[in-house]
């Protein structure tokens, strides 16, 4: 059982606009920052959203993070088939120098 | 190029011990916090450990603490996680990452099995 919160699966069409739900509570999400990640099997983890919704460069304007109270949001608009692949929320527990991922949600473009 | 690159994984009896590696280039590694995270088949992400840019303070999951050590060695640009008291559970796929985990290399596979 993770500590943060995230639907299993979502999925959508190509063009579609997806979001990834991922909830916490006030010792983590509610307190920190948050970081997304999307990971293929296989391969190297990627950071796409840090600090709650920034952007590393390099990754598409189509992926938006959002944070409020202990829940937070990754969207991706103008789905395409290279965004199937399995999407993680994290924070970093400032106080504890720890970190903490999300159980992890496949999304599936259909 | 940010590079990290791990070894050292392979199939390793229960109880035994292995040592991964993970070799950093293309940025200046005494000025970064360094993690290690695995995924187990079929498993999500797993942070395991950090340590402190100079090697001062390590931190673990609760789940390896005593038993695996994380250190560094910023000379040789070179990243650690010894392995003691392995169990079935820790089979996983072990990747370094940096920082907040904004780079991360291909993965060692550790394999606890008889």
């Known amino acids: 059982q993770s500590v943060l919160t995230q639907p299993p699966s979502a999925s959508g069409t190509p063009g579609q606009r997806v979001t990834i739900s991922c909830s916490g509570s006030?010792?983590?999400?509610?307190?920190?920052?948050l970081y997304w990640y999307q990971h293929l099997p296989g391969t190297a983890p990627k950071l796409l959203i840090y600090?709650?919704?920034q952007r590393p460069s390099g990754v598409p304007d189509r992926f938006s993070g959002s944070k409020s109270g202990t829940s937070a949001s990754l969207a991706i608009s103008g789905l395409r088939s290279e965004d199937e692949s399995d999407y993680y929320c994290?924070?970093?527990?400032?106080?504890?120098?720890?970190?903490?991922f999300g159980g992890g949600t496949k999304l599936t473009v259909l | 190029e940010v590079q990290l690159v791990e070894s050292g994984g392979g199939l390793v009896q229960p109880g035994g011990s292995l040592r991964l590696s993970c070799a950093a280039s293309?940025?200046?590694?005494?000025?970064?916090?360094m993690n290690w995270v695995r995924q187990a088949p079929g498993k999500g992400l797993e942070w395991v450990a950090n340590?402190?840019?100079?090697?001062?303070?390590?931190y673990y999951v609760d789940s390896v603490r005593g038993r695996f050590t994380v250190s560094r060695d910023n000379a040789k640009n070179s990243l650690y996680l010894q392995m003691n008291s392995l169990r079935a559970e820790d089979t996983a796929v072990y990747y370094c990452?940096?920082?907040?985990?904004?780079?991360w290399g291909q993965g060692t596979l550790v394999t606890v099995s008889s």
């Open positions: 293309g940025f200046t590694l005494r000025t970064y916090w």
């Open positions: 994290a924070v970093r527990d400032d106080s504890l120098n720890v970190w903490v």
């Open positions: 600090k709650n919704n």
């Open positions: 340590i402190k840019p100079d090697g001062s303070d390590m």
């Open positions: 990452a940096r920082d907040i985990l904004d780079y």
């Open positions: 006030s010792s983590n999400i509610g307190n920190n920052y």
